[in-house]
């Protein structure tokens, strides 16, 4: 059936195509194509018309492609997954994911070209327009319950940052336990939710959420400095190679955390933080509830602050930067 992502997938290049062509070429009216174009606009995808030229998008933009995500992975990742869904809108991932229940021993991956509801950690709304950003979700079965997950969302991290280096990003640091920095800036948030008991069996949805194409209107709802990988230089912002390259190193390394926890990550994660030594405040909620030095990270993940009576060990909370007195 030809709809608006139809009408997308003939603009998606860049090049202009008439409305007679667009109409021809997917066998529909002009008139559903006008309409097909308007929906475009109303998903904040914005469109030229050029007198004898006919249309074009302003950004171009790569659609998701399941197909071509999937024949990139190596067959260790493809063996993982059990299930992989993209969806064309949806309020959550991480909610889609924790209410599609696993089938099986492997991974239930969902990725979307929007979110309506998208969710950040401490209840924050993560930023989701259609057709520019990576918002995935995985999910999978732990055996042993929540305590065998202890710091993954700090492997999640470094995993990340891997895929985007592979990608040509640099300058990329962690700000514990996971937010994504470029210069300072954040591209991109982790948000794990689970689901079942948490002595036994768990279902963990790890969600990524990564800012390729920003559009800067809407971002103006982000409380905070961000950045995304088109604007970095010598990076590739296509988003299927970078969904692959994600779900090649963050399947694989479910398998290895669920046996090993969060060691084998751990130096890798203090070679990247982006607070190491820096004079940090350590909230929970609106209580800071300690300050001191960063000093990286235990097996645990937790954070060792040298709080000037030795080090301290935290597990929860968000860390910022301490003004200078
Ligand atoms: C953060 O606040 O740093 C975490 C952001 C996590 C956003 C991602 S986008 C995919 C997945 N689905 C959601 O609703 N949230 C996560």
């Known amino acids: 059936m030809a709809d608006y992502r139809s009408v997308l997938g003939l603009l998606a290049g860049g090049g202009f195509c008439s409305g007679e062509e667009i109409g021809r070429r997917l066998g529909v009216s002009r008139a559903a194509v006008w309409k097909h174009l308007q929906k475009l606009e109303e998903l904040d995808i914005n469109i030229e018309s050029v007198r004898g030229r006919g249309y ?4 171009p933009l790569e659609l ?42 492997g991974c239930y991956v969902c990725t979307a070209e929007r979110q309506t509801a998208g969710r950040g950690r401490r209840g924050k709304a993560w930023i989701s327009p259609y057709g520019r950003n990576i918002y995935l979700s995985i999910a999978r079965r732990f055996e042993s319950g929540i305590g065998a997950i202890e710091g993954l969302s700090l492997a999640v991290g470094v995993e990340t940052v891997a895929a985007l280096q592979s990608r040509g990003a640099a300058d990329l640091a962690l700000k514990w336990p996971n937010d994504i920095l470029w210069r300072g800036a954040k591209v991109a948030g982790i948000l794990l939710e689970i689901a079942g008991n948490p002595e036994g069996p768990t279902t963990v949805v790890v969600g990524i959420g990564i800012n390729v194409s920003m559009s800067a209107a809407l971002a103006r709802g982000i409380d905070q400095p961000w ?31 669920e046996r090993d926890g969060f060691g084998p ?61």
Not at 80 to 103: C, I, K, M, Q
Request: avoid cysteine; aromatic fraction near 6%.
């Open 56 to 59: 074009r998008l302003v950004q």
């Open 64 to 105: 998701i492609d399941p197909k071509a995500v999937f024949a990139g992975l190596s067959g260790e990742a493809a063996t993982l997954v059990d299930h992989f869904e993209l969806l064309e809108s949806v309020d959550s991932t991480n909610r889609h994911a924790l209410d599609a229940g696993l089938r099986g021993d």
């Open 227 to 257: 950045a995304d990988l088109a604007s970095m230089p010598g990076a590739d912002a296509g988003r299927n190679g970078l969904l692959t390259a994600l779900l090649d190193r963050l399947l694989p390394m479910l398998v290895r955390f």
């Open 265 to 325: 990550w751990r130096e890798r994660w203090e070679s990247i933080d982006a607070f190491r030594d820096a004079l940090v405040v350590l909230k929970i909620g609106e209580r800071a509830v300690a300050a001191g030095r960063a000093r990286g990270v235990d097996e645990t993940g937790a954070i060792a602050l040298d709080t000037g009576d030795g080090l301290r060990y935290f597990n929860g909370g968000e860390i910022s930067l301490r003004e200078a007195r």
